[in-house]
């Protein structure tokens, strides 16, 4: 089935920790998204790509950081100068880059900074 | 400043009944609209969008309704059943050639009681 995969679905991590959280496509999809989404908050873009080896910053970049060396993966890193990293972080995906294509979502990771 | 806005963070209503969720947004550039649905613990999964030179679309129990005008649009279930009980993200985008960012309103928490 094709889909997106992102892992772990769940990670602690301790304060002053880098932490990497892998995302997985194989719609062959071209845009590659990372969102954030925090308790009655929307969904807040971290890093986007619409192509391999090319990716912009979002709304919220700082402490973050992204490679897309392959089509099919685009994973995040979540580094120690993230203020506050505990979050759900969303991947998404889309045929084309937005905005009129709807966006295709992994089933999330659940960072916690103990 | 929230380009996007669900002011009312949640509803409940009685199975069968119509559940209406409403979305105001502030950039009139904004052309392509776009509605997601998310358990808990999911990704959000895309349910209904609208481009800006209708003012309807309609998928089975899901009606979008667009309001260029007013800068508003609903989203109407009917009839609503307990399975829709989830949290809904309205979602709106720039056509080609504009953003690459898709911007998302907070969500609102829809509860159908059986």
């Known amino acids: 089935d094709g889909g997106i995969t992102q892992s772990p679905k769940y990670l602690f991590r301790k304060e002053g920790q880098n932490v990497t959280l892998s995302c997985e496509q194989n719609?062959?999809?071209?845009?590659m998204y990372w969102y954030r989404q925090d308790p009655g908050q929307g969904l807040r873009l971290i890093y986007y790509s619409q192509i391999v080896n090319d990716f912009q910053k979002g709304d919220i970049a700082e402490g973050y950081s992204v490679s897309r060396e392959k089509k099919e993966s685009f994973p995040l890193t979540v580094t120690s100068a993230q203020k506050n990293p505990t979050a759900f972080y969303l991947c998404?995906?889309?045929?084309?880059?937005?905005?009129?294509?709807?966006?295709?979502f992994g089933e999330g990771s659940r960072l916690t900074v103990l | 400043d929230q380009q996007v806005k669900q002011n009312s963070p949640s509803l409940s209503v009685q199975e069968g009944r119509i559940s209406i969720l409403n979305c105001d947004y502030t950039?009139?550039?904004?052309?392509?609209f776009l509605w997601y649905k998310k358990y808990p613990a999911e990704g959000p999964t895309f349910l209904i969008s609208i481009s800006s030179i209708k003012d309807k679309n309609e998928d089975g129990r899901f009606t979008v309704f667009l309001n260029k005008s007013a800068k508003h649009l609903s989203l109407h279930i009917v009839p609503s059943q307990p399975g829709d009980s989830a949290v809904y993200f309205c979602a709106a985008s720039v056509g080609p050639g504009g953003s690459e960012k898709l911007v998302f309103g907070k969500g609102m928490k829809l509860t159908v009681n059986p």
């Open positions: 719609l062959n999809h071209d845009a």
């Open positions: 950039n009139s550039m904004f052309d392509y």
């Open positions: 998404a995906s889309s045929i084309q880059s937005l905005g009129s294509g709807e966006l295709f």
